[in-house]
């Protein structure tokens, strides 16, 4: 289908194509770039790609939402557009050896953006995986998740860590990537047939590059800096009480990084032990550590996820960077379809993703 979207758009055959999922993370937020654990996995959702090689530099974009093809160049400076993404990739492969040229790019999506869903990781790491595989460059995809980032970080503008490129990079659909964000080391763990891990949109839209991402990175710089260290969700108890002079926001930011990293590793070891009952929990706690400590949820979404536990979830939370977008709940399959009328019932806004 995407082949054929792209003959359409560009005139000829492309030379490789193929899908990358998006993910919705368990738990674990905010840890990423803190030297935590994280719990993502990847989606049915995601975004196809099919990419002609050029003779010249040019950079030539066709998302089917748009009629117009956005036209780049390599060595282009990122202009806030949403083609940015892909110049930025096709600009880092040509770095990388792993491109000599310019490309066509052709891009479908069911992904709802802004949802914190990572879609914009699967843009990059799916095209950076194409381009690979066009020629015979031996690349991981650890590191196509690590150059992936480096894109959002250096071309964009969006200082996340990496957990969403190693998610969509690594993590097969049905297991769970359980990823200690500071060495990189990561094991997959199965999530249980008799759960679903439900995501629902709250009919909130973000964007990571809004800034309030980047203004909790900068509160947990100060903890950094003081505690003289990268991994402050490792940080022990006594340097926790050691920053008892520090503002009460920035002492609240290092109690939810502190505490989820904590979270998030009982919940790794619960999903092993099919524990739904804990996980969930793990899960709702979550979401309060963010509403209550890091500040990035928002009523509407409360509300949502209190409503998700009230009508029989084992546990539910807001996913992603924050301030919009989805909520994950962990939902028994025998109650899903009566669970997901009566959340939407109430929540006229929202809408079920998958
Ligand atoms: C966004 C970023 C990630 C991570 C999450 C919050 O998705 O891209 O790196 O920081 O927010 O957990």
Same mark, same amino acid.
């Given at each position: 289908?995407?082949?054929?979207?792209? !003959?359409?758009?560009?005139?000829?055959?492309?030379?490789?194509? !193929?899908?990358?999922?998006?993910?919705?993370?368990?738990?674990?937020?905010?840890?990423?770039?803190?030297? /935590?654990? %994280?719990? @993502?996995?990847?989606? @049915?959702?995601?975004?196809?790609?099919?990419?002609?090689?050029? *003779? =010249?530099? &040019?950079?030539?974009?066709? #998302?089917?939402?748009?009629?117009?093809?956005? %036209?780049?160049?390599?060595?282009?400076?990122?202009?806030?557009?949403?083609?940015?993404?892909?110049? /930025?990739?096709?600009?880092?492969?040509?770095?990388?050896?792993?491109?000599?040229?310019?490309?066509?790019?052709?891009?479908?999506?069911?992904?709802?953006?802004?949802?914190?869903?990572?879609?914009?990781?699967?843009?990059?790491?799916?095209?950076?995986?194409?381009?690979? =595989?066009?020629?015979?460059?031996?690349?991981?995809?650890?590191?196509?998740?690590?150059?992936?980032?480096?894109?959002?970080?250096?071309?964009?503008?969006?200082?996340?860590?990496?957990?969403?490129?190693?998610? %969509?990079?690594?993590?097969? @659909?049905?297991?769970?990537?359980?990823?200690?964000?500071?060495?990189?080391?990561?094991?997959?763990? *199965?999530?249980?047939?008799?759960?679903?891990?439900? %995501?629902?949109?709250?009919?909130?839209?973000?964007?990571?590059?809004?800034?309030?991402?980047?203004?909790?990175?900068?509160?947990?710089?100060?903890?950094?800096?003081?505690?003289?260290?990268?991994?402050?969700?490792?940080?022990?108890?006594? *340097?926790?009480?050691?920053?008892?002079?520090?503002?009460?926001?920035? &002492?609240?930011?290092?109690?939810?990084?502190?505490?989820?990293?904590?979270?998030?590793?009982?919940?790794?070891?619960?999903?092993?032990?099919?524990?739904?009952?804990?996980?969930? #929990?793990?899960?709702?706690?979550?979401?309060?550590?963010?509403?209550?400590?890091?500040?990035?949820?928002?009523?509407?979404?409360?509300?949502?996820?209190?409503?998700?536990?009230?009508?029989?979830?084992?546990?539910?939370?807001?996913?992603? !960077? /924050?301030?919009? !977008?989805?909520?994950?709940?962990?939902?028994? *399959?025998?109650?899903?379809?009566?669970?997901? #009328?009566?959340?939407?019932?109430?929540?006229?806004?929202?809408?079920?993703?998958?």
């Amino acid at each position: 289908m995407i082949s054929a979207f792209f !003959g359409d758009r560009f005139g000829y055959s492309p030379n490789i194509s !193929g899908f990358t999922p998006g993910r919705v993370n368990l738990i674990g937020e905010h840890t990423d770039y803190n030297g /935590g654990l %994280v719990l @993502p996995a990847a989606i @049915p959702l995601g975004i196809s790609l099919a990419v002609g090689l050029r *003779e =010249d530099d &040019q950079i030539r974009v066709s #998302s089917a939402l748009y009629e117009h093809i956005y %036209v780049g160049r390599i060595g282009d400076k990122a202009q806030s557009h949403w083609a940015d993404y892909v110049i /930025g990739t096709i600009h880092k492969a040509n770095n990388l050896g792993l491109l000599s040229t310019g490309a066509d790019i052709a891009i479908q999506s069911d992904l709802p953006s802004g949802a914190g869903l990572s879609s914009s990781a699967a843009l990059t790491v799916g095209l950076l995986k194409l381009c690979r =595989d066009l020629g015979s460059h031996p690349m991981s995809e650890l590191e196509i998740a690590k150059q992936a980032q480096t894109i959002e970080n250096e071309f964009i503008g969006v200082p996340c860590g990496i957990m969403d490129q190693m998610a %969509v990079a690594l993590s097969p @659909p049905g297991q769970a990537l359980s990823l200690d964000t500071f060495t990189l080391d990561f094991k997959l763990i *199965e999530i249980p047939g008799n759960v679903h891990m439900a %995501v629902i949109h709250s009919g909130i839209y973000r964007q990571l590059s809004e800034g309030r991402y980047k203004v909790r990175k900068e509160e947990c710089d100060i903890i950094k800096k003081r505690l003289g260290r990268q991994d402050i969700c490792r940080m022990t108890d006594t *340097e926790y009480s050691n920053l008892s002079d520090l503002p009460a926001t920035i &002492q609240n930011r290092a109690r939810h990084c502190w505490s989820e990293h904590r979270r998030t590793k009982s919940a790794s070891l619960a999903l092993k032990s099919n524990d739904m009952k804990l996980f969930g #929990s793990l899960m709702t706690e979550s979401h309060q550590s963010m509403r209550d400590d890091f500040e990035i949820t928002l009523p509407e979404i409360d509300k949502l996820t209190e409503d998700a536990v009230k009508f029989g979830a084992y546990g539910a939370r807001m996913t992603g !960077g /924050g301030f919009g !977008g989805c909520m994950v709940a962990c939902v028994d *399959e025998t109650i899903l379809d009566e669970w997901k #009328s009566r959340v939407l019932k109430q929540h006229p806004n929202a809408f079920y993703v998958c």
